[in-house]
């Protein structure tokens, strides 16, 4: 077990788990057994997992002002919602993304958008997964009364 508090490292390898009560800052992390920290982990590349992840939410970076390169996709729109293709600024154009605009959800679901440290809009997709279904729920009820005309 590894426990850190205001550590900085270019590796650390641990077969039990590591907890941080406060600021570590760790190039590289290897640790098959757990994370504990009671603060944040930031990481400028990819954080991959081979088993659960556990969390209240997932806020996806969203904010209009750092994509370019957008296009629309189709003419499919929900609540004024628009699905675009795109790439965050810096990035090779080759590395297309789909999404929504932050902006745009925060006019019909503002609780489903928040800011990130940088003050950049992110959304909560599970947020819009929840939105969807109450859309799907009531095309539904649409449909049965429709068909119940005929």
Do not use: W
């Not at 929900?78 to 675009?84: A, M």
């Not at 993304?97 to 958008?113: C, E, F, R």
């Amino acid at each position: 077990n590894i426990s850190a508090s205001g550590v900085t490292t270019t590796g650390l390898v641990s077969t039990g788990s590591f907890t941080a009560s406060g600021q570590a800052t760790v190039n590289s992390l290897s640790v098959t057994e757990g994370i504990t920290t009671a603060k944040t982990i930031s990481a400028t590349g990819n954080i991959t997992s081979n088993g659960e992840m556990t969390c209240n939410t997932i806020n996806i970076l969203s904010d209009k002002t750092r994509k370019e390169n957008l296009e629309r996709v189709s003419s499919i729109t929900f609540d004024s919602l628009t699905p675009y293709t795109y790439n965050f600024i810096g990035e090779e154009k080759s590395n297309r993304k789909i999404g929504l605009i932050a902006q745009d959800v925060k006019k019909i679901a503002p609780l489903a958008t928040s800011k990130n440290a940088e003050g950049c809009l992110t959304i909560d997709y599970n947020a819009i997964v929840a939105l969807l279904v109450g859309k799907v729920n009531e095309l539904e009820k649409r449909i049965a009364i429709l068909e119940n005309r005929l």
